[in-house]
């Protein structure tokens, strides 16, 4: 049971650049999220999915889009890569019921140059 | 849009001291969760307890427990017997039952345990 898989683990860009950050969990979970961590603050929520085929924006969307094709998968694309989403990544899962917390991956470091 | 308040950026505490991080939040909501998690440089987020809204009773997990004064709007964590392993970021987040298992997370406080 590996958790929450995220990859890759670092990437430089450069400006106007295009990738996908790629997630992928095996415990089922019906919910899953994307989170972008700035130094020195908290996480702030990008989008997420409360299951295959439905997702819905974060507080800061702009600039990324997702899908949900399976329940495992739960892909990020930046389009145009910008020096202002230079941040570390974090998806996550969680499974709506008695322990609802939510299940972290290790993280992705992106650097935009 | 509910808000999560950690006001202090830094704290240290001596080796096997206890030590009580603060969290405040912001919600006209009666039916949510709270919870602490714990960052090591490794960056992994890790969960250290989590409190639902509608018990009384204070959580625990064997070192951590938490505080929780649901009219207050207070969820303090207290770390008893301090090790070294428990240097960290610690964020508080909150997550409400009516968003989509939405959570909202504080900006984290530093904790250094010092030998």
């Known amino acids: 049971n590996a958790g929450v898989t995220q990859t890759p683990k670092f990437r430089i860009l450069k400006i106007g650049q295009s990738m996908t950050l790629q997630c992928t969990q095996d415990?089922?979970?019906?919910?899953m999220y994307w989170y972008r961590q700035d130094p020195g603050m908290g996480l702030k929520l990008i989008y997420y999915?409360?299951?295959?085929?439905?997702?819905d924006k974060g507080e800061v969307p702009n600039g990324y889009n997702v899908s949900r094709s399976t329940t495992e998968d739960f892909p990020l694309r930046l389009e145009l890569a910008a020096p202002s989403q230079t941040s570390v990544y974090f998806c996550?899962?969680?499974?709506?019921?008695?322990?609802?917390?939510?299940?972290f991956g290790p993280g992705t470091r992106l650097t935009v140059t | 849009a509910q808000t999560v308040t950690q006001s202090q950026p830094e704290m240290s505490v001596q080796e096997a001291e206890t030590v009580t991080l603060s969290c405040t939040y912001d919600?006209?909501?009666?039916?949510?969760?709270l919870f602490w998690y714990k960052q090591p440089p490794s960056r992994q987020m890790i969960l250290v307890i989590r409190?639902?809204?509608?018990?009384?009773q204070n959580a625990t997990e064997n070192r951590f427990s938490v505080n929780f004064q649901k009219a207050a709007k207070s969820f303090s964590l207290k770390i008893s017997d301090s090790q070294l392993g428990d240097t960290a970021m610690y964020f508080c987040?909150?997550?409400?039952?009516?968003?989509?298992?939405?959570?909202?997370f504080g900006t984290g406080t530093s904790l250094t345990v010092i030998p």
């Open positions: 996550a899962s969680s499974y709506m019921g008695r322990a609802p917390e939510q299940y």
């Open positions: 415990m089922n979970h019906n919910y």
């Open positions: 999915s409360v299951g295959a085929g439905i997702t």
């Open positions: 919600t006209s909501e009666n039916n949510y969760y």
């Open positions: 409190q639902e809204a509608y018990k009384q």
């Open positions: 987040a909150f997550m409400n039952l009516s968003t989509g298992n939405q959570f909202y």
